[in-house]
T-cell receptor, first 117, second 115 residues
Framework: GAVVSQHPSRVICKSGTSVKIECRSLDFQATTMFWYRQFPKQSLMLMATSNEGSKATYEQGVEKDKFLINHASLTLSTLTVTSAHPEDSSFYIC?????????????FGSGTRLTVV | QKEVEQDPGPLSVPEGAIVSLNCTYSNSAFQYFMWYRQYSRKGPELLMYTYSSGNKEDGRFTAQVDKSSKYISLFIRDSQPSDSATYLCAMSKGGGIQGAQKLVFGQGTRLTINP
């Protein structure tokens, strides 16, 4: 089946630094990539939607200058948390969808646990 | 009011029991309905994918969609301890060849199957 590889799985960084999270679709072309964050015991909250080669569309309340999303190829999307602060500590998950062939379902990465100290 | 409502639980049942998980929603534009299973600190894994109303069965899992009532269900038969996880319902307004549409998730129900 479709696989999205997400790295790193865990990262601890100092306040004020930037962290990059990568998601690669291994056996399909992710025309669209969704980025979510999930706080403990809560559901997934969509942060942004990116289409390959286009600027990402951010959900209301998500700072686009803080959460930089790049989707330069059909198999790679990245999320960079810039100038991270402790309140950015969360579980970040990407989800890829192939829209060209009409395959159903969204494939999720395994998530990245970010801790900002 | 949230677009998708799901009882967060926790729900605890003995091994072998039939589990019923449910979600209600308010937006009649939703057409695609999914159930995901999420183990602790992992990404969600797709269990069932249903278009419009009806039933779909896959092994021990059955998904039901009642669009008239805006109500979806997931049944797990012969539940196993390995089924212990958080189950998330999700839905979208369009998908497939229509193009990717963002998913709206329920809060997730934490399920524990006791041996």
């Amino acid at each position: 089946g479709a696989v999205v590889s997400q790295h790193p799985s865990r990262v601890i960084c100092k306040s004020g630094t930037s962290v990059k999270i990568e998601c690669r679709s291994l056996d399909f072309q992710a025309t669209t990539m969704f980025w979510y964050r999930q706080f403990p015991k809560q559901s997934l909250m969509l942060m942004a939607t990116s289409n390959e080669g286009s600027k990402a569309t951010y959900e209301q309340g998500v700072e686009k200058d803080k959460f930089l999303i790049n989707h330069a190829s059909l198999t790679l999307s990245t999320l960079t948390v810039t100038s991270a602060h402790p309140e950015d500590s969360s579980f970040y998950i990407c989800s890829g969808k192939e829209t060209q062939s009409g395959r159903s379902g969204y494939t999720f990465g395994s998530g990245t646990r970010l801790t900002v100290v | 009011q949230k677009e998708v409502e799901q009882d967060p639980g926790p729900l605890s049942v003995p091994e072998g029991a039939i589990v019923s998980l449910n979600c209600t929603y308010s937006n009649s534009a939703f057409q695609y309905f999914m159930w995901y299973r999420q183990y602790s600190r992992k990404g969600p894994e797709l269990l069932m994918y249903t278009y419009s109303s009806g039933n779909k069965e896959d092994g021990r899992f059955t998904a039901q969609v009642d669009k008239s009532s805006k109500y979806i269900s997931l049944f797990i038969r012969d539940s196993q301890p390995s089924d212990s996880a958080t189950y998330l319902c999700a839905m979208s307004k369009g998908g497939g060849i229509q193009g990717a549409q963002k998913l709206v998730f329920g809060q997730g129900t934490r399920l524990t199957i006791n041996p």
